[in-house]
């Protein structure tokens, strides 16, 4: 309790003023005489003013074993956290679900397989998986032959009801962008359908595959047209039951491909699965949304989730995120209207761990750069009771380049404009710390319009300013905080 009470600002903690305004200086440590690493150290003010990144700095970092916070820098200051985020879905999805949790994808007959004739329907039902791909709509596939199935009298029929159906995590995105999928209880190929191109005489072969290693079906659920003009690259509207894409002539070349997202993944998983049960044999109508009890003939089960947590910290996979922050509200609160009510409910339980002032998220990646949270709430999770078991194994090793080379596990965050970098490192005396660095010029950032927000002009070049400063800080950090 003391803890939370502390990194609530309670009295008695210089750095963290119980007023709304944030303290807009680093608090600075006592050195003890002699203590030449200390002194050499360099000041956070003047490792920010040197950054020059304009907007807004803030950080905290604290020990983990009282949690208290030994410096800080606008502290209380909410900024977007982008990808760091991911590290909040990733405790609150562990703490519901378990580090053991499966999801699972069913194939349900709901009447009697008779001389390989199932005299009812066969329902694809998702339970949320984050990695199920078309292998594993195959080995379904497979599983139903081997019990006997050969025609299906019924419908083919999806249910993704045990999730809401998302249409893109981030409205304001371009509409192309494989970062931004949909988002449901079922999810192949993380949502994206390939989109292979070749020139051919004077026009193009097109192709849209729902691609693994083992298989290239093509897909009836999404189809592209070459639009002869130059920009935009690329337009998207939804027709009937169909993604329908449009691409520039000009912008082709000869060859190439990139993954766009699907908007109806539920019909997606439907079309792979029509032609994976055909593949095999099996007679069937093509995939309508639906739902139905019977007898489950077939499943896949994912890893665990602490494997699948460990991949989403390491590749930053949007889908993931949100997927296991949706599994986890739904769990706790019952299934939730929207990804932003999902969101909602993950900044409740940061303030019930933390006593936390204004977590304010708006989706479980951190894509959306409306959610906010101040470095203070982000460090007063990570050194609740019980975080850092479950979560520093998980996140990624890093090295800071020395001398002496600093290690940390740590999550990184990156929008236009934004930065965020959390997590925990040993100091050399052996003391674990725990930290969190934002960054975010939001008025540079708002600016832009949605033809720049793949590659804004300035904004590499700002984002590694944004990560040196990061990682100074950790530097000084472990010289001053032995």
């Given at each position: 309790?003391?803890?939370?009470?502390?990194?609530?600002?309670?009295?008695?903690?210089?750095?963290?003023?119980?007023?709304?305004?944030?303290?807009?200086t680093s608090a600075r440590p006592v050195l003890k005489p002699g203590d030449a690493m200390s002194r050499g150290a360099a000041a956070a003010d003047g490792i920010i003013a040197r950054a020059g990144l304009g907007g807004r700095v803030g950080f905290a970092v604290a020990d983990v074993e009282t949690g208290q916070i030994l410096e800080a820098h606008n502290p209380l200051l909410p900024l977007p956290p982008a990808s760091v985020a991911k590290a909040v879905t990733a405790l609150y999805a562990l703490e519901t679900l378990g580090a053991g949790f499966r999801f699972v994808t069913r194939l349900v007959a709901t009447g009697p397989i008779v001389n390989g004739r199932l005299d009812g329907d066969l329902v694809l039902v998702g339970g949320g998986d984050?990695?199920?791909?078309?292998?594993?709509?195959?080995?379904?596939?497979?599983?139903a032959k081997?019990?006997?199935?050969?025609?299906?009298?019924?419908?083919?029929?999806?249910?993704?009801?045990?999730?809401?159906?998302?249409?893109?995590?981030?409205?304001?995105?371009?509409?192309?962008?494989?970062?931004?999928?949909?988002?449901?209880?079922?999810?192949?190929?993380?949502n994206r359908v390939h989109f292979g191109?070749?020139?051919?005489?004077?026009?193009y072969q097109t192709t849209m595959q729902a691609r693994t290693e083992r298989f290239r079906p093509g897909v009836s659920s999404a189809r592209i047209r070459v639009a002869d003009r130059s920009l935009p690259v690329y337009t998207y509207e939804r027709e009937g039951d169909v993604d329908s894409w449009t691409v520039a002539?000009?912008?082709?070349?000869?060859?190439?491909?990139?993954?766009?997202?699907?908007?109806?993944?539920?019909?997606?998983?439907?079309?792979?699965?029509?032609?994976?049960?055909?593949?095999?044999?099996?007679?069937?109508?093509?995939?309508?949304?639906?739902?139905?009890?019977?007898?489950?003939?077939?499943?896949?089960?994912?890893?665990?989730?602490?494997?699948?947590?460990?991949?989403?910290?390491?590749?930053?996979?949007?889908?993931?995120?949100?997927?296991?922050?949706?599994?986890?509200?739904?769990?706790?609160?019952?299934?939730?209207?929207?990804?932003g009510a999902s969101a909602d409910a993950m900044s409740r339980w940061i303030a019930d761990q933390t006593r936390a002032r204004r977590p304010d998220f708006d989706d479980h990646s951190g894509l959306n750069g409306s959610t906010r949270i101040s470095a203070a709430d982000m460090v007063g999770l990570l050194t609740t009771p019980g975080a850092m078991p479950r979560l520093r194994p998980l996140l990624r090793d890093m090295t800071l380049e020395g001398p002496p080379a600093q290690v940390i596990q740590a999550k990184t965050g990156?929008?236009?404009?934004?930065?965020?970098?959390?997590?925990?490192?040993?100091?050399?005396?052996?003391?674990?710390?725990?930290?969190?660095?934002?960054?975010?010029?939001t008025e540079r950032r708002n600016a832009l319009g949605v033809a720049e927000r793949e590659r804004p002009r300035g904004g590499r070049a700002w984002a590694q300013r944004s990560r040196s400063l990061q990682f100074d800080l950790i530097e000084r950090w472990s010289m001053v905080h032995t």
């Open positions: 309790m003391k803890r939370r009470l502390f990194l609530a600002g309670a009295a008695g903690v210089a750095a963290l003023p119980a007023c709304a305004n944030a303290p807009q984050p990695a199920l791909d078309t292998d594993g709509l195959h080995d379904l596939a497979g599983q081997a019990a006997g199935l050969r025609e299906v009298k019924g419908r083919l029929l999806v249910d993704a009801l045990a999730l809401p159906v998302i249409e893109r995590i981030d409205r304001t995105q371009p509409d192309h962008v494989g970062y931004n999928p949909a988002i449901g209880a079922l999810n192949l190929n993380f191109w070749q020139r051919s005489g004077s026009g002539r000009g912008q082709l070349g000869n060859a190439g491909s990139r993954w766009l997202p699907v908007r109806r993944p539920d019909l997606y998983a439907g079309d792979v699965l029509h032609t994976m049960l055909r593949s095999n044999g099996i007679t069937v109508t093509p995939a309508r949304p639906g739902t139905g009890r019977g007898t489950t003939i077939a499943t896949s089960q994912s890893a665990p989730l602490d494997r699948i947590v460990a991949s989403m910290l390491r590749y930053s996979t949007n889908l993931v995120a949100e997927v296991i922050g949706l599994t986890a509200t739904t769990k706790r609160f019952g299934r939730p209207s929207s990804l990156t929008l236009n404009f934004v930065s965020g970098l959390a997590g925990y490192f040993d100091a050399p005396s052996g003391r674990t710390l725990a930290f969190a660095t934002f960054t975010a010029d």
